[in-house]
């Protein structure tokens, strides 16, 4: 009796660590409409592709040609393109199928720093990317109005300069890449941002009956800032994923009508196979 009970416990044991590992090595495309407040119309329907906490992992060929089957605009990588042990090719091959969908845009986040640093910058540059480090770049619609996509140094290890990226930002309606959603708590009114992007937290990767470490991502709102944080694409520590899986996001922008920040139409997922 005791033998048949332990292989059952050691059955449904193996069969949820193969579960968790499924659900940390997904190749998925969340795709969500957000109206926001100030977007520009003549710029409605900006397709970004946010990909965040790459970690270890690598880009499927399926997973970039579905992105661009979906005609991306930009390209946003959260933070944490790679960590310590990570080999440099593996992050090159990675960066070189991001650039090949759009224009792409960078925020450092603290596991980047595990690297060195100098020489991801270095790679970085050279494939194209724009490291936007408290530093701010512009998109100019067919009417003259503008968004501006800020990005801020990485957060935890007190890298931000949230000011310097303002100074840099001029007018328009100003978006917020930082790789810790934890920089909202600092984000003053006079700043103006209508939206922020972010990842760092992978939704608490594992969750016990809902319970994590970290909130599940989505559509978070704090001291009047609308802010999205992805779950991210891969795992720090241990690859395994329970109840927050492995993801990726197409965010396309558009004009409020009411004048609030929201989704503004059920998302949709797709699993690439």
Known sequence: MYIILASALLFISVGVVVYMYKEAHKDTIEVRKVAIQG???????????????????????????????????????????????????????????????????????NNDYEVDFHELDALLLDLGVKILDNSAVSFEGSDGKRIVLLGTDDFSRERDQIDL??????????????????????????????????????????????????????????????????????????????????????????PSLEGNVKDDSPTKVYTIH
């Open 39 to 109: 977007f520009p119309e003549s710029l409605a329907g900006l397709n970004i592709f946010f990909i965040s906490d790459i970690h270890r992992r690598e880009l499927s060929g399926k997973l970039i040609q579905a992105v661009k089957d979906r005609k991306v605009d930009i390209v946003c990588i959260g933070g944490d393109l790679t960590e310590k042990g990570v080999p440099l090719a593996r992050t090159k091959r990675n960066i070189e199928n991001l650039v090949s969908i759009a224009p792409t845009y960078f925020v450092w986040g």
């Open 165 to 254: 990226a303002i100074e840099d930002a001029g007018n328009g309606c100003r978006i917020l890449m930082s790789h810790d959603p934890g920089i909202v708590d600092y984000l003053l009114p006079e700043y103006q941002i209508s939206f922020m992007m972010s990842g760092h937290t992978h939704g608490g990767q594992i969750r016990i009956l809902n319970w994590g470490p970290y909130e599940k991502g989505g559509m978070k709102y704090k001291n009047g800032i609308p802010y999205f944080v992805s779950n991210g694409y891969g795992t720090t520590a241990l690859p395994l994923r329970l109840g927050a899986p492995a993801q990726t996001h197409i965010l396309s922008l558009y």
